[in-house]
């Protein structure tokens, strides 16, 4: 069941890296390797080529209580 949803639409890659930043979105898994600085501006400049700066992402919250759970599932 969807209770909201919102598009927000950022007129380019770098609006939408910098959104993720203000809000901790951006924090690394163990052992990733950022890309160069200039890596990121040919990504970023693809990015914006191909897409128009638009970048889609969603974000899933869920409750699973004790009584309702299954040994099947299991974390990814």
Do not use: C, N
């Amino acid at each position: 069941m969807i209770e909201e949803e919102r598009l927000v639409v950022d007129p380019t890659t770098l609006a939408f890296l910098r959104r993720m930043k203000s809000i901790g979105g951006l924090t690394p898994r163990e052992g990733y390797r950022p890309l160069t600085p200039g890596m990121l501006r040919r990504a970023m400049r693809e990015v914006d080529a191909r897409h128009g700066g638009r970048v889609t992402w969603h974000i899933i919250y869920g409750r699973v209580d004790a009584s309702q759970s299954s040994p099947s599932i299991s974390p990814a």
